[in-house]
């Protein structure tokens, strides 16, 4: 796998941001940002899962989208100086190559063809979060799993994702045991095996079937605005 945003990028105007690139290994449950944090690192992930949580003041918090392979961490920072709006924590192990937001801040001032795929970006990222409000509040736990275990699962290289059973229940905004129960329920009907943490993905077309139309919608939102290649 390699990260959407970079592949799109012609030559010219990635080796503009090439030589500042590094790779790194972020490992699951890392916090990358806070709210109120500097983004001053721009994330690619090549694979992996880097997860938008939005913090309420009495410590609850669910998530309000994802970050993948289609895009990155920090991107707007490449305009202008940005603080973060949310915790970003690592979901799944990630790779991904990394560069300072300065770094990229003169590269955005230099190219035509990275202004254009942050304001797509931006654009994808947002219609991402509004569908998932909508989600949130009108789906059922059942339905919202499935489509976080698609999304996920479009942007590893494994079948099998490790996840702490409050994690998740953060992720969805519920109780644990509402988590265990939908977990339970899925195994039954033969789309994942569940175990101490552990998910692993035996059916995706169950999971399709059983999913809300809001995994289809952010997923065509990405296809639409973050081509995978160029032109």
Same mark, same amino acid.
């Given at each position: ?16 941001i090439?030589?500042?690139?590094a790779?790194? /290994? ?9 709210p109120?944090?500097?983004? /001053? ?64 801040? /003169? ?11 942050v ?10 979060a509004?569908?998932?409000?909508? +989600? ?9 799993? +499935?489509r ?11 079948d ?27 195994? &039954? ?22 999913? +809300? &139309? +809001? ?14 290649? /160029?032109?």
């Amino acid at each position: 796998m390699q990260n959407r945003l970079l592949v799109a990028l012609p030559a010219e105007d990635y080796g503009l941001i090439a030589p500042q690139l590094a790779q790194v /290994d972020l490992e699951r449950g890392r916090l990358l940002y806070d709210p109120g944090d500097p983004m /001053d690192t721009v994330y690619f992930p090549h694979d992996g899962v880097v997860s938008l949580m939005t913090l309420m003041e009495n410590g609850a918090a669910i998530e309000s989208a994802t970050i993948g392979r289609e895009g990155a961490l920090g991107l707007s920072a490449a305009i202008s100086p940005r603080q973060s709006l949310s915790r970003a924590i690592i979901q799944t192990p990630v790779r991904a190559s990394r560069i300072s937001a300065s770094a990229l801040h /003169d590269a955005w001032t230099r190219s035509a063809r990275i202004r254009d795929l942050v304001d797509r970006h931006a654009e994808a990222l947002f219609g991402h979060a509004i569908q998932s409000v909508a +989600c949130n509040a009108l789906h059922s736990v059942e339905a919202r799993f +499935c489509r976080w275990l698609l999304t996920c699962h479009d942007r590893i290289s494994s079948d099998t994702i490790a996840l702490t059973q409050e994690f998740l229940a953060d992720m969805l905004g519920v109780q644990r045991t509402t988590v265990t129960a939908v977990a339970r329920a899925l195994q &039954e009907k033969g789309a994942i095996r569940y175990r101490r943490g552990i998910v692993e993905i035996l059916d995706r077309q169950v999971l399709q079937q059983l999913t +809300c &139309e +809001c995994y289809g919608v952010v997923h065509g939102t990405y296809e639409r605005l973050l081509p995978v290649k /160029d032109g």
